[in-house]
T-cell receptor, first 116, second 111 residues
Framework: DADVTQTPRNRITKTGKRIMLECSQT?????MYWYRQDPGLGLRLIYYSFDVKDINKGEISDGYSVSRQAQAKFSLSLESAIPNQTALYFCATSDSLAGGPSDTQYFGPGTRLTVL | RKEVEQDPGPFNVPEGATVAFNCTYS??????FFWYRQDCRKEPKLLMSVYSSGNEDGRFTAQLNRASQYISLLIRDSKLSDSATYLC????????????FGQGTELSVKP
C-alpha cells in the first residue's frame, strides 16, 4: 500500500462548488504540505502543517483552506471553486525540518482537479 | 524573477548521451538543495541531495556552487528510463523547510 494517499484522484466540478481534497499518510510524519502544479510554473506551496495544532499559509493560500484532523490526515478545501484553480494538487509529508541534506518530502500520487 | 530557475526544455538526446541541467537560485539564504524527478502525471520523487562538495550516485552527478548560486545535474550514459522532468529544489532553514521548486526541465531520451 502507498504511504501517502490522496482522494479523489480526479475530479471535475463547476464554478462555485465547494471541493475537498483529502490526504492520508501511514509514514508517521509530523509535517504535511499541500502543493499545486501548473504547466510551466512548477509546484507551489498552498498550506503546510507541522503538527495537528500548527497550520501555516504558503505561497498561494488565497481561495483555499485546510484542516489537519489528525497526524495522519490533512485536507484541502476550495470553498468556491473557480476555473483558475484547475491544476494538479499534491500532498506531501516529511518527518523533520525538511531542508537538511538527509531529509526528504514524500509526495502522494496527486489529484487532478478541473473546474469548469 | 522566480526564486529558482532552470534551463528551459525539452532536452531530446540519444541513448548513451551525456546531458547536463543547470539551475540558479536567487536567495543567498538557501541552505539545502535537491534534484527531484517527476515522471509524466506522477508525483515528484527525490533523485538526490546536492552537497557543497558535489556528489555522485551512479550515472548522476550533482554540483553546487554557492558563490554563483548555481546547481547542476549531469547524467552520463543516458537510458530510455531517464526520460522525465527534473526539478531543481531549494529550501531555507528559516522558512520551515518549505521546498521551493524550479519549473522543471523535461528530458526525452530516444533510442
Amino acid at each position: 500500500d502507498a504511504d501517502v494517499t490522496q482522494t479523489p484522484r480526479n475530479r471535475i466540478t463547476k464554478t462555485g462548488k465547494r471541493i475537498m481534497l483529502e490526504c492520508s499518510q501511514t509514514k508517521g510524519h509530523d509535517r504535511m504540505y499541500w502543493y499545486r502544479q501548473d504547466p510551466g510554473l512548477g509546484l507551489r506551496l498552498i498550506y503546510y502543517s507541522f503538527d495537528v495544532k500548527d497550520i501555516n499559509k504558503g505561497e498561494i493560500s488565497d481561495g483555499y483552506s485546510v484542516s489537519r484532523q489528525a497526524q495522519a490526515k490533512f485536507s484541502l478545501s476550495l470553498e468556491s471553486a473557480i476555473p483558475n484553480q484547475t491544476a494538479l494538487y499534491f500532498c506531501a509529508t516529511s518527518d523533520s525540518l525538511a531542508g537538511g541534506p538527509s531529509d526528504t518530502q514524500y509526495f502522494g500520487p496527486g489529484t487532478r482537479l478541473t473546474v469548469l | 524573477r522566480k526564486e529558482v530557475e532552470q534551463d528551459p526544455g525539452p532536452f531530446n538526446v540519444p541513448e548513451g548521451a551525456t546531458v547536463a541541467f543547470n539551475c540558479t537560485y536567487s536567495n543567498s539564504a538557501s541552505q539545502s538543495f535537491f534534484w527531484y524527478r517527476q515522471d509524466c502525471r506522477k508525483e515528484p520523487k527525490l533523485l538526490m541531495s546536492v552537497y557543497s562538495s558535489g556528489n555522485e550516485d551512479g550515472r548522476f552527478t550533482a554540483q553546487l556552487n554557492r558563490a554563483s548560486q548555481y546547481i547542476s545535474l549531469l547524467i552520463r550514459d543516458s537510458k530510455l528510463s531517464d526520460s522525465a522532468t527534473y526539478l531543481c529544489v531549494v529550501t531555507h532553514y528559516n522558512q520551515g523547510g518549505k521546498l521551493i521548486f524550479g519549473q522543471g526541465t523535461e528530458l526525452s531520451v530516444k533510442p
